[in-house]
């Protein structure tokens, strides 16, 4: 059974760091992309980043460009999203979600399994 599991939000100052990750299991991450989205209220989710598996190359949003550093540990089976110098627009519920593929995609129709969410407010 594939499963998605977010952890690591919660509430930060402006200019403060938090760390996401993002545990996968009933399958191996060799083997598929896994991006970063996030949904804030009123808003459509968007592609925040994205880590290939064939190759290790990564996508982000220019909006998180320098900010945030999206990682994965094959041998946890976990993908992570560093994210620093946080700002009060970061604020959303942010997912995690396997790619069809072992390249990123620009797409939500390019992913198939996806986290329940993690909140992450950025607040002073």
């Known amino acids: 059974q594939v499963q998605l599991v977010e952890s690591g939000g919660g509430l930060v100052q402006p200019g403060g760091s938090l760390r996401l990750s993002c545990a996968a299991s009933?399958?191996?991450?060799?083997?598929?992309?896994i991006g970063w989205f996030r949904q804030a209220p009123g808003k459509e989710r968007e592609e925040v980043s994205c880590?290939?598996?064939?190759?290790?190359?990564?996508y982000y949003v220019d909006s998180v460009k320098g900010r945030f550093t999206i990682s994965r540990d094959n041998a946890k089976n976990t993908v992570y999203l560093q994210m620093n110098s946080l700002k009060p627009e970061d604020t959303a519920v942010y997912y995690c979600?396997?790619?069809?593929?072992?390249?990123?995609?620009?797409?939500?129709?390019?992913?198939?399994?996806w986290g329940q969410g993690t909140q992450v407010t950025v607040s002073s």
């Open positions: 979600a396997r790619g069809r593929s072992t390249r990123c995609s620009l797409s939500f129709y390019g992913y198939d399994y």
């Open positions: 009933g399958f191996t991450l060799d083997y598929y992309a």
């Open positions: 880590v290939s598996s064939r190759d290790g190359s990564t």
